[in-house]
């Protein structure tokens, strides 16, 4: 089981850094993400991370503002979020992934049935 923490209410132009925990160290060999989902929209990729922390992967709509990263020992992947926009609120969701990074990256929306996920945190940027 996954477990986010983090969301909150911040304004525009503000950071936040959500934090997954991974208590039973089942994903320790998976990829791992943040993905997320709008009012009324699809769930959507945010970034991804390798394994071993080595690689990561993000959407063109986050790059450059949001960081991911991952502690293996710990078993807890976060995503630092800066530079905070409207269009940045929705509920965020942890995900495992048994594929490479790239991969999960790029898994069509038909496929988030073979990720492992989290309940989600909700973060609300306002303007």
């Known amino acids: 089981q996954l477990v986010e923490s983090g969301g909150g209410l911040v304004q525009a132009g503000g950071s936040l850094r959500l934090s997954c925990v991974d208590p039973?160290?089942?994903?320790?060999?998976?990829?791992m993400g943040w993905f997320r989902q709008a009012p009324g929209k699809e769930r959507e990729f945010v970034a991804t991370i390798s394994w071993n922390g080595g690689r990561t992967y993000y959407a063109d709509s986050v790059k450059g503002r949001f960081t991911i990263s991952r502690d293996v020992a710990a078993n807890t992947v976060a995503l630092q979020m800066n530079s905070l926009k409207p269009e940045d609120t929705a509920v965020y969701y942890c995900?495992?992934?048994?594929?490479?990074?790239?991969?999960?990256?790029?898994?069509?929306?038909?496929?988030?049935?073979?990720?492992?996920w989290g309940k989600g945190t909700l973060v609300t940027v306002s303007s």
């Open positions: 039973g160290r089942t994903f320790r060999s998976y990829a």
């Open positions: 995900a495992a992934d048994n594929a490479i990074a790239q991969a999960m990256a790029a898994r069509p929306i038909g496929e988030y049935g073979k990720l492992y």
